[in-house]
Each structure stands twice: as structure tokens, then as C-alpha cells.
């Protein structure tokens, strides 16, 4: 083994890998809480990267990966499964009524590229657009339509991603709007115009998250997405809702996407349908676009797309989301948001708190700038105190995330959490930002 390669991660490179980075490395797991190798319990705020839903130890979960590994462990993506598709009918059963067919794959990344895929050939458009800021994936693909400046900047380096272009999401720092509905209506118009300027008959697909994810957990303003709908339907453009993070109950309905009581032409999903225990991912498809797709041959495909072992775990997931989880989420949500509106308004610190269900964001900006104390995108070094938050926080045994950019402490636990977790995490959250910005205000006086 070379000297480089250090003992905690045996040569296995972390993804998002930073020199500075110092992970924890995690060898169990109960319920919300996970613990490391020297025998420390964290309470999982962050749900690992948005995704372990029903918590660490569901054994509905396990059994069912353990029956369907019993019986079949693999069945080609190009033939017939019984799992598979009794999934698929799950997963139309819960999503809106006008999706009705479900095209598998594995990852987030790669189900927003078969949803392209698919939206341009039935389109026979070559552009899709998406927000800056927005987070869809990291491969080249994807990657096109992620709108995170710093994803941009490393996969741009060394080769262009085509076929995207990008509109402002709907935020008050980037339209006027004295209301709600007012900044909807600007932030709308926008997209419009900015589909007219692209071409709009070139323009296959808008995607959006319905709920933003790692840039931020923001929801649209009232009215937004209605909006939306509206201008695909008038130019003939399909509406894809990236549901990888906002979907299965994460924000309090089964898809994100209903709340806002809109019909997408396609729902993209990943993480949270399996609970994260075995990779699955896929797109939900409306009836017309699947009837187009299946008109014609679509010679695309990948090898562990739906793969029956992770389609049965996520029959076994949806059966907890509806036993009691996603009722559980939005209970002991509504419980998190009054605790963390809470912290927001006694820490100076904090701008805002933003989110829905079992995703937030306390967004933080120094109070006498408005401006962030340590901004990623354009200061190459310096201390970030919100990184710091963070880390005091995990000292005291609870995970948080960033965000994209990392001005935030994102939220996001398991659906099983109790008000008691709650508690605890928002405490530990509370005192880490006291210790953190006394540090910061404290007077230097040597
Ligand atoms: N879409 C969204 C909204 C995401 O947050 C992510 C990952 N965090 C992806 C897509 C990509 O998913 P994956 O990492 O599984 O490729």
C-alpha cells in the first residue's frame, strides 16, 4: 500500500473529495442515529446524502432484499420481472394519475439522462432547460443540467456539457417582488422569455426540482409552478420534475411535485425509493410519452437498471413510506420547522429559514454586510463559519449538511425521527452557532 493512501478510507477516494475533508468513518446504524468506529452515535440530520428515508434499520427492508437475492439476485433489464414490475405499478399508483409507465435505472444522475433522452427524441428538440444553482447530477449528461457553479467549473475544466441552457430560480435576491404571487409571476415570466430567446421549438424539456434540494431546500412561491405548465403546455415543451431528493415523503407528500398541485409530463427519482439500501433509480413517464417510446425502438439501456433485488427493497420501502412514515414526517416536520424558525430568529446570523416537511436550510450572512461571511464561489481561501457550525455540531454527535453554495446548514432526517431526536438535534444546533459566532465576535486583543 502506497504512504498516500491513509488508514481510514483503505484507498476507497470520497466523492465531493476535498484535501480538507475529514469524514467519519460509519460502521452502524439504528433508526436515525448512526454510529462510528470508535463507538460514537451521531443522530443522522442529513439522512446520509438525503436518502436513507426510513432510517438505518428498517427490517421490512431487509428481508425483502434478502427474499428477492434468495430467489432471483439478477434478471436482464431487457426482460420481464415479476419485482420489477411490481414496483413500476406502485410507483404509478402513487405518483399523479397521468404518469403511468416507469423506465428504470440506477442512479440520480442517469435517470435524469434517460428522461432527457426520452423527452428529446419525443420532442425531437435538442435543448432542455434548468435553473442556476440547481443540482441534477454529476456525470456529463447530467451534468449539463446541473446548475451549481462549482459542479459546472469541475466538469467544465476539461470538457464542454452541451444541450442545456439555464434560467434564475424563482428567489427574491434574483426578481423584485413585493408578494409571493408577484415574485412567481416575474420569476416565471423569465423562464418564458428565456425559452422564447432560446428557440422554443428547440427546447424539449424544462427540469426543476418542485423543491430545491443542495442549493438550498427553497419552495417555489405560490403559483409558480402552475405557471409553468401553463407556458410548456403553450410551447409545446414537457415538463420534468427532479424528485431524486423532494420525492418519498421528503417533503411531505409522495412526490414534491403534488403539492403543487401540478401535473409533470415526468418524475425522476432515486435515493429515497429504496431508502437508499440498494441503488435504484428511474424515471414515471406520462401515459402519452410512454405510448411515443414504446411506438418505436428505444435501443438505450444499462445492466443493473432495476435491478430486482433494489426493486424489491423499494416495494418494501413504499410499503413503510405508507405505513405510517410519510404521516410521521409531516407530523414530526411541522415539529422541526417551528423548532428551527425558532433558532433562526434568535441568531442575528441566520437570514433566513427555508424549506418543507423533512428539508430546510438556515441560510447565514454576516448582518452587517448581507452578505455571506465566506462566499465559496469567489474566495479561494478563509474560514467559513458556517463549515464550523457544522463541525461543532458533529462533535456533539449530530450530522448537518451544506449546502451548494455552502452559506447553510441543510436539514434533512430520516421520516422515523422522533420530536425527542428533534430536540436533541436542534439543541446541539443551537449551541454550535452560539460557540461558533461568540468565537467569531469575540474581540482580538493580542
Ligand atoms: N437530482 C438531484 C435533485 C440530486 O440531489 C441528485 C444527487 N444529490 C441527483 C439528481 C443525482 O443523483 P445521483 O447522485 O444518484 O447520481
Known amino acids: 500500500m502506497s504512504d498516500d493512501v491513509t488508514a481510514e478510507d483503505g484507498g476507497a477516494i470520497p466523492h ?5 475533508g475529514d469524514g467519519i468513518t460509519i460502521v452502524d446504524g439504528e433508526d436515525a442515529t ?14 446520509q446524502l438525503y436518502c436513507v428515508n426510513a432510517g ?3 427490517e421490512t427492508i431487509l428481508d425483502a432484499i434478502d427474499d428477492q437475492a434468495r430467489t432471483v439476485p ?6 420481464h420481472n415479476d419485482t420489477r414490475s411490481a414496483l413500476a405499478g406502485a410507483l404509478t399508483d402513487v405518483a399523479p394519475a397521468n404518469l403511468t409507465d416507469v423506465f428504470f435505472s440506477v442512479t440520480g444522475s ?3 439522462e434517460a428522461a432527457i433522452q426520452i423527452a428529446r427524441k419525443v420532442q425531437d428538440a435538442p435543448k432542455v432547460l434548468t435553473r442556476w444553482q440547481s443540482y441534477h447530477g454529476g456525470t456529463y449528461g447530467a451534468g449539463a443540467l446541473t446548475g451549481d457553479p462549482s459542479t459546472r467549473s469541475t466538469l467544465e475544466r476539461y470538457a464542454a456539457t452541451t444541450g442545456s441552457g439555464k434560467f434564475l430560480p424563482p428567489l427574491p435576491e434574483c426578481f423584485d417582488g413585493a408578494t409571493g404571487e408577484a415574485l412567481a409571476e416575474k420569476a416565471a415570466n423569465h423562464v418564458e422569455y428565456v425559452l422564447r430567446n432560446e428557440g422554443t421549438d428547440s427546447v424539449a ?3 426543476m426540482e418542485p423543491v430545491a434540494g443542495t442549493s438550498g431546500a427553497y419552495t417555489a412561491p405560490p403559483g409558480y409552478f402552475e405557471r409553468l405548465r401553463a407556458i ?5 415543451v414537457l415538463l420534468i420534475s427532479d424528485e431524486v431528493i423532494a420525492g418519498f415523503g421528503r417533503c411531505g407528500d409522495w412526490f414534491g411535485i403534488q403539492t403543487e398541485g401540478v401535473k409533470p409530463d415526468m418524475i425522476t427519482f432515486a435515493k429515497g425509493v429504496t431508502s437508499a439500501y440498494v441503488p435504484l433509480a428511474g424515471v414515471i413517464v406520462d401515459e402519452a410519452v410512454a405510448a411515443e417510446v414504446r411506438a418505436a425502438d428505444h435501443d438505450l439501456g444499462q445492466t443493473f437498471a432495476g435491478h430486482p433485488v433494489a426493486c424489491a ?9 405508507d405505513d405510517g412514515l410519510i404521516e410521521n414526517g409531516v407530523e414530526v416536520g411541522a415539529y422541526l420547522e417551528e423548532r428551527l424558525k425558532a433558532v433562526a430568529d434568535r441568531h442575528d446570523a441566520i437570514r433566513e429559514c427555508r424549506g418543507r416537511g423533512m428539508l430546510w436550510s438556515l441560510v447565514f450572512e454576516d448582518p452587517e454586510t448581507g452578505e455571506p461571511f465566506f462566499d465559496p464561489l469567489s474566495e479561494a481561501e478563509g474560514e467559513n463559519p458556517v463549515a464550523a457550525v457544522r463541525q461543532e455540531a458533529e462533535d456533539h454527535g449530530v450530522l448537518f449538511g451544506s449546502g451548494r453554495p455552502d452559506v447553510q446548514v441543510i436539514v434533512s432526517p430520516p421520516l422515523c425521527v422522533t420530536r425527542e431526536e428533534v430536540d436533541q438535534a436542534v439543541d446541539a444546533l443551537d449551541a454550535a452557532i452560539e460557540t461558533v459566532f461568540a468565537e467569531t465576535a469575540a474581540p482580538a486583543d493580542d
Open 34 to 47: 448512526v454510529y462510528d468506529d470508535a463507538g460514537n452515535a451521531y443522530l443522522d440530520f442529513l439522512s
Open 313 to 321: 427493497a423499494g416495494l418494501a420501502a413504499l410499503e413503510a413510506y
Open 16 to 20: 465531493w473529495y476535498s484535501p480538507d
Open 232 to 236: 410548456c403546455d403553450d410551447h409545446d
Open 205 to 207: 424539456a424544462i427540469v
Open 56 to 58: 438505518h434499520s428498517n
Open 74 to 79: 439478477y434478471v436482464s433489464s431487457a426482460k
Open 110 to 112: 442517469e435517470a435524469n
